[in-house]
């Protein structure tokens, strides 16, 4: 399984356990545009990609980069950081998102931001549980809909 195999799996996920979300049906035609070329892009321009190996299956991924939001003053973010379902809950998300924070502070990248849709509590209680703060509130429009995220941060 490749790195865009797996992002669509993430997807499906979010769909099975979110099926009233208007937000799948428009992500997964998203994520399905990228094929090798958008991850190459998207790494000649600044993005970052730490992956999780398991065997020989992509278990989850995180990019991340330089922050995209000018209105939020930290340096880093990072943008996604999924697990496919059967790694999630073992620890594997800490791992990944430790790998992404120490490489963007390596960078130079010292505070860092991450959104996350407002009503995807799991995600909003492992930024908790890692210690991030919540410093903003925006939406975002998919399609015809416009969806709630908030930002956590991370200063130090
Ligand atoms: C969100 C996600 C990355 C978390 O990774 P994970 O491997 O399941 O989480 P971990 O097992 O590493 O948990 C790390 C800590 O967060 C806590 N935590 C994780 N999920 C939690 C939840 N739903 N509620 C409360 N605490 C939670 C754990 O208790 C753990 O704390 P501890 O280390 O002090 O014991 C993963 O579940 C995932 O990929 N979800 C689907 C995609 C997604 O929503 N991604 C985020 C998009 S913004």
């Known amino acids: 399984m490749d790195l865009e195999d797996s992002a669509l799996t993430c997807f499906d996920w979010v769909h099975e356990h979110n099926p ?30 730490s992956v999780l190996v398991f065997g020989d299956k992509v278990a989850g991924y995180a990019n991340y980069g330089r922050n995209r939001a000018r209105s939020l003053h930290f340096e880093g973010e990072i943008y996604e950081l999924y697990l496919r379902p059967e790694f999630q809950g073992l620890g594997f998300g800490r791992r990944l998102f430790t790998a992404a924070r120490r490489d963007l502070v390596q960078s130079g990248l010292k505070s860092m931001v991450i959104w996350a849709l407002s009503d995807n509590d799991p995600a909003t209680e492992f930024y908790r549980a890692l210690g991030g703060r919540m410093v903003a509130r925006s939406s975002e429009k998919f399609g015809p809909k416009s969806l709630d995220k908030v930002a956590f941060a991370w200063t130090n």
């Open 20 to 49: 009233d979300r208007g937000s799948t049906g428009q992500s997964c035609k998203l994520i399905n545009r990228r094929g090798p070329q958008w991850w190459d892009s998207a790494i000649r321009k600044g993005s970052r990609v």
